[in-house]
């Protein structure tokens, strides 16, 4: 346990993109409830401050510090602004007890010359992917996790020891669904909604292959509603072009079409949608909060059966992208039974503490992810014994 003693500030880094805020702002946010003014939330640009307050729900919410760049950094490939940012703005970084971060670029930090103080990791996701378990793992001084699933492979892997992570449960989903309010059904029919949720990676993304055919095949149908939302990276690397045409293809009161609003990551279709359709994605684990049907599309031609990168396409049918989508959807439905037990046991191992009332509704008990995570950070930041002495 580090004993450093420089101050009490606590640095959150939110520098990965929207979709990350989720799993790391709900924790800012219970640091900054506990100790006012010593919370400081970094993103990367303007735009991003309000889709981090949309995670603060209620009570105190940290300072927000926008990491602008200098204008010249434009003619830089946007592949390369994390790093010149976090270079550039590494010592004011680094002036903290302690560090939290969703993403794994910022080990940079511990590279550079200098002092840094902790850093802890919340990865963003529990997906399967072999991506979600690497050697930077090795660069944080503590990780915490949403389920054993992740703790035993980065373990295994010889990524982390077991002293340096703790499983707190997953932060996003128990915000989540510790503020969950009723919404508003995805569409104003009676019909059941599929959610197409394809990932953003080339090698590995099923859009191309069978994303126009599926709209085309539920269009045609009838019987369905569809909601196309990828992960929010595809679109970012689309032409406007491509972007125009491919929105283009939704039908008003039967087929959405989101290419990134916020609702692709605030679980408004995992949560609304009754089939999911993927291929890769960790979102498939938020669907699964309530089970319900799974489709698959393999369109790699993946040797799959026996992978743990490919555990989640044991929670349904695995189609090749030239497979008559209809069909394998009325499969879906009618053979979700055969497939339940596989999604509870494999969610117990992924999200921790999670569990089901008799209606199906998830719960989490009296386990608070959220809580769980800033008293480690709190540890880290030497703050731990001070707020229990405050609080006794």
């Known amino acids: 346990m580090p004993s450093r003693n420089v101050h009490s500030r606590i640095h959150v880094l939110a520098i990965g993109g929207a979709h990350q805020f989720g799993h790391i702002v709900p924790v800012a946010c219970e640091l900054a409830r506990r100790h006012p003014g010593q919370v400081r939330l970094f993103v990367s640009a303007e735009a991003e401050v309000a889709a981090a307050m949309a995670y603060a729900g209620q009570g105190a919410a940290p300072e927000i510090v926008v990491m602008r760049l200098p204008a010249v950094t434009a003619l830089l490939p946007s592949s390369m602004h994390k790093f010149v940012r976090l270079t550039l703005w590494a010592k004011r970084l680094r002036d903290a007890a302690v560090i939290l971060c969703a993403e ?11 002092d840094c103080p902790p850093i802890l990791h919340i990865p963003h996701g529990a ?39 703790t499983v707190t449960g997953p932060i996003k989903l128990a915000a ?20 197409y949720n ?28 569809l909601v196309v939302a990828p992960h929010v990276r ?13 929105e283009a293809l939704a039908i008003p009161g039967q087929v959405t079409v989101d290419l990134g ?16 359709v993927g291929d890769v994605s960790s979102q498939v684990y938020e669907f699964l909060v309530r089970p319900r049907p799974c489709l698959f599309v393999d369109a790699k031609g993946v040797d799959w059966q026996d992978s743990e990168d490919y555990a989640m396409w044991h929670f349904g049918e695995v189609i090749a992208p030239d497979a008559d989508p209809v069909a394998a959807i009325e499969r879906a439905f009618a053979a979700h039974g055969d497939y339940v037990q596989q999604q509870r046991e494999r969610m117990t191992y992924t999200i921790d503490g999670i569990a089901w009332l008799a209606d199906g509704t998830p719960t989490f008990g009296t386990r608070c992810p959220v809580r769980e995570a800033a ?18």
């Open 198 to 225: 394809p990932h953003f990676s080339k090698k590995l993304s099923s859009i191309e292959a069978f994303g126009r055919g599926l709209i085309a095949a539920v269009a045609a149908d009838g019987r369905y509603n």
């Open 375 to 392: 008293d480690t950070v709190e540890r880290f930041a030497g703050l731990r014994t001070k707020a229990i002495a405050a609080i006794a």
């Open 127 to 165: 997906g399967d992917r072999a991506v979600g378990f690497e050697p930077r793992f090795r660069l944080f001084d503590h990780v915490m996790l949403a389920g054993r699933k992740d703790r035993d492979r980065l373990v295994e892997a010889g990524f982390v020891r077991a002293q340096d992570c």
């Open 176 to 195: 989540v669904l510790d503020n969950a309010q009723a919404r508003p059904p995805l569409f104003d029919n009676a019909r059941p909604t599929i959610l």
């Open 261 to 276: 609003s916020p609702r692709c990551n605030d679980m408004t279709y995992t949560l609304g949608a009754d089939l999911y």
């Open 234 to 246: 595809l679109a970012k690397r689309w032409s406007a072009a491509k972007r125009r045409a491919w």
């Open 104 to 114: 794994r670029t910022s080990t940079m930090l511990k590279r550079l010359p200098g």
